[in-house]
Structure formats: C-alpha cells, structure tokens
C-alpha cells in the first residue's frame, strides 16, 4: 500500500544520517552547490552499484581524452529543492538539465575519494535512463543527502497535494466514459423511438371523415415528451410529407475540475478523454514508488579512475 510504501522509502533513507537542512529551505527556496560536471551517459537500468560504476568508469575516459585534448571539465551549478535538481551555468545562469525528483530512482556518491557522486535519472522526452556524474569538490555526501531530502519532502507533498486520489481520480474518468456510452445509446434509441413514431404516422392515416383519437407518445423511459406549446409528436405538413426535426444549438460548453471541455456526444470524439493531468499524476505516482536508492560505494578502483 501507499503507506507501507512511505514508511519503507523513509527508513531507507534515513538509515544514513539525519537530513541537514529544514524543510522550508528545500520547499520554499533551493540548496546551490557548485561542482565540475563530467557529463552524462545512458545506462541499462534505474538502479545499481554496478550501473554507475561502469558509467563513472566511460566519463572519467572520455575527460581523460578531452583533458588531453586542452579541454576543461566544465563548472556548473546545482539547485536542490522539491521541485528537482536543476543543473546551471554558474555564470549565465542557464538551466541545462532540469532533473524532476519522481524521475531520479538512484544516487550514489564516493566514500573514498569524497569529491564523485552521481545520480540516475530518467529523461523527459526520450523514457531513456540516464546516470550524471560530477566532481563536488568533497561535499559529494552532502550532495546525495540533500537529493534524499528533497525526494522525500516531494513525496510527502505529492501525497498531501493530490497523490492520494489517483485512484479516485481513475474511477471519476472510468464513470464518464461510462457516461458516454449511455448518452451516445440513448441518442441512437431516441433517434431509432422517433423513426417509428413517423412510420406510425404515415402507415394509420385515418379514412375521410372520421373522427381519430390522438394518443400522446411516450419515449423510451415511457414518460411523455415534455413541451411548452405542442406534444413532441410529428405534425403533417401540407404535401403529406413529416417535417424534419427541429434543430438546437448546443449550451456553453465550460470547464470541469480537470480543465477539460465536458464531454458532448455530438460534438466529442474518444481521442479528447482522458484528461492529460491524469497521465501526469500515473507518471509521478510510478516514480515515487519506484522509490530512490541512495548508496556510498567506492568508484575509483584503477588507475584510470584517478581524480580528474
């Protein structure tokens, strides 16, 4: 369940030392870092020890080759909070990754050498799984830590903001599609109801001078058709023809809870429902059950893992 989910992810993370910043610094403002960015490479999987090894092991070659090349590890500046952690220009302030926590699932940092940790976070556009590494300058466990309170403090937000209605909000959107096909049934069954009544019509046309008693119609819930003027009953025209039905225009059309157009049977198609906040919510609520792993592993084991 969500709550045995919660308290697993908070005793996983709280195994490694009490958070170092209050809330409101993450919820209300940001934590900055500057660190040199050795860049970022595709992994295969979310999570693992082995995963960022291999990935810190190709991005310390690749600046290995640009180092030698006259090439410098760039400098960047990160910004933690609960909205994520955005990784910036220092100078230009430019944001060049916006990682969102309920996307990160693992961040690890080295216990030896103190200066590398990474974290693995799944890409926006792409769904692919990418693992970025810095050089933090010997803060790089205050960095993992600060990423595991931000993630926590985004989960419990995320349950108190909404998070605990995706189920409801599923069953709301199950109900309206419902709802649509009995509209659009009752729509063909009303227009079937009226195609009979004009048969009717014109198959019992009484002889001259006769008198005919005019029963009023019922429609498919057998209530009688209400009017204002005249029974919901097709008159005759002058040639002997029915007339055709009359037209209306549609009421305003105005937004429900999910900023969506409310469903028209006549004017909808199946491609506007469900609303998109729907797949958002479905995307964060798998991330955060995912849940992040955060380990202090050690990364430097060649030669070729030396300092940067």
């Not at 961040?107 to 974290?119: N, V």
């Not at 903001?161 to 189920?167: A, H, I, L, Q």
């Not at 057998?222 to 029915?242: E, H, I, Q």
């Amino acid at each position: 369940s969500k709550e045995t989910f919660s308290r697993k992810s908070w005793l996983r993370l709280s195994t490694y030392k009490s958070w170092m910043h209050t809330p409101e610094a993450l919820a209300k403002h940001y934590i900055p870092y500057n660190a040199k960015f050795l860049g970022n490479t595709e992994v295969e999987a979310p999570k693992g020890t082995e995963v960022v090894k291999d990935a810190v092991r190709k991005l310390k070659f690749q600046r290995h080759i640009k180092k030698s090349e006259g090439q410098k590890i760039p400098k960047v500046e990160l910004q933690i909070s609960i909205y994520g952690v955005k990784i910036l220009d220092p100078k230009t302030k430019d944001v060049q990754h916006n990682c969102q926590l309920h996307r990160i699932s693992f961040c690890a940092d080295d216990k030896t050498d103190k200066r590398i940790f990474t974290f693995i976070c799944k890409d926006s556009e792409s769904n692919k799984h990418l693992c970025y590494v810095f050089d933090s300058e010997k803060c790089a466990e205050e960095i993992t830590l600060t990423i595991g309170q931000a993630f926590d403090l985004a989960y419990k937000k995320f349950l108190e903001s909404g998070g605990k209605d995706v189920e409801t909000r599923k069953q709301i959107g199950g109900l309206q599609k419902r709802i649509q096909e009995l509209e659009t049934e009752n729509a063909e069954l009303k227009k079937q109801l009226q195609e009979l009544e004009e048969q009717l019509m014109i198959a019992h046309v009484p002889p001259a001078g006769s008198v005919s008693v005019k029963l009023q119609s019922t429609d498919v819930f057998d209530m009688v058709p209400f009017s204002t003027v005249t029974p919901l009953v097709p008159s005759r025209a002058s040639n002997g023809c029915p007339p055709p039905p009359p037209t209306s225009l549609p009421p305003d059309m105005s937004k429900d809870l999910f900023g969506a157009e409310p469903f028209d049977p006549f004017t909808c198609g199946a491609a506007d429902f469900p609303p998109d906040i729907q797949s958002k919510l479905d995307e964060m609520q798998e991330g955060f059950k995912m849940g992040l792993t955060m380990e202090g592993t050690v990364f430097s084991l060649d030669p070729l893992d030396g300092r940067c």
